[in-house]
């Protein structure tokens, strides 16, 4: 007779991989987000069901465009690399409509989280029609080369996210800067998703609010930079929600960051905008009607 119930012989075996988790809990987990187009949607909810697991570290990858089993290959060895580095099984969101495609994908060793998948397949239960399986059928009304503009600016913004690379800055529109978690990341995604903006951001750091001066890769993009602030109480519970404890999140760490920044926005004549009650609607529309940047898209 077979019984759903542990045996005494499985019990630790249930418990190490219970102490496991605990000791994965802070671990840093790799995230994919994997599309047949332009990975916009898987991105976006992506990073948003991530969101809800704000103590744990996510390194994440977008890999767009996968419309072929060799691009599929492709993004089944990235994935598989980062499982045999982190030892945890990467979580892989997709919107790959393809199902030859996405069986490939699915193949890696991953957590896959198809999007699309169970949501088109109770659909087409529910009415009683098949879906057409066409790739990319919600831009089909889409003027192209409006649509081109929009994406090569999102992936602009995500290129040049967080400092990560300065090379590209000549060609960027807009350079946000403030301290971290002032809201550099959402605000240069949104003013590329909605108005075709190509924004970079760059946090400063300890050492360059120290020195008052701004790091030299931004020196000569000076007319281009712009600056978010944001109030010290609710800094502080932003960054206690991400590093509770930490000296990063102390009131005082905060206040003596905010203080460096803002001197340094003073000294070098720099813009800037105290972000702290306002939406990212808002702050975008702002900047623009501060810099007189204009929309790049229709």
Do not use: W
């Not at 496991?20 to 790799?30: I, K, M, T």
């Not at 890999?63 to 060895?77: C, G, I, N, W």
């Not at 659909?123 to 009683?128: F, L, R, S, T, V």
């Not at 990341?185 to 190509?198: D, E, V």
Request: a negative charge; one cysteine or more; proline letters at 4%.
């Amino acid at each position: 007779m077979y019984s759903n119930s542990p045996s005494e012989q499985d019990m630790p075996t249930i418990q190490n991989r219970h102490a496991l988790r605990l000791d994965n809990s802070q671990a840093v987990r790799s995230a994919f987000f994997i599309s047949d187009g332009t990975a916009i949607t898987a991105e976006t909810l992506g990073r948003s069901i991530l969101s809800q697991f704000a103590s744990v570290p996510f390194e994440t990858r977008v890999l767009p465009y996968v419309d072929s089993l060799e691009r599929a290959e492709d993004a089944v060895q990235q994935i598989n690399i980062a499982y045999q580095r982190d030892g945890l099984l990467p979580l892989v969101f997709d919107t790959i409509v393809n199902p030859e495609i996405r069986e490939k994908v699915n193949s890696a060793q991953g957590c896959n989280l198809d999007m699309y998948e169970g949501l088109i397949g109770r659909i087409a239960e529910e009415i009683a029609v098949e879906p057409d399986g066409h790739t990319g059928n919600a831009h089909d009304n889409v003027d192209s080369e409006n649509y081109k503009d929009r994406i090569d600016a999102v992936h602009f913004a995500l290129d040049n996210d967080d400092g990560a690379r300065t090379r590209h800055y000549s060609m960027a529109d807009i350079i946000l800067i403030g301290v971290s978690r002032s809201g550099k990341t959402p605000t240069s995604l949104y003013l590329a998703l909605q108005f075709g903006i190509r924004a970079a951001n760059y946090p400063l750091t300890e050492d360059d609010l120290y020195d008052n001066q701004l790091p030299k890769s931004l020196r000569e993009h000076k007319d281009k930079l712009f600056g978010l602030i944001i109030n010290t109480d609710r800094l502080v519970k932003i960054r206690q929600e991400r590093r509770a404890g930490s000296r990063y999140s102390s009131y005082q760490q905060v206040q003596q960051e905010q203080r460096a920044i803002q001197g340094i926005y003073i000294s070098q004549g720099i813009p800037s905008l105290d972000v702290s009650e306002m939406s990212v609607e808002e702050i975008a529309t702002r900047i623009l009607q501060m810099t007189g940047l204009k929309r790049r898209i229709g």
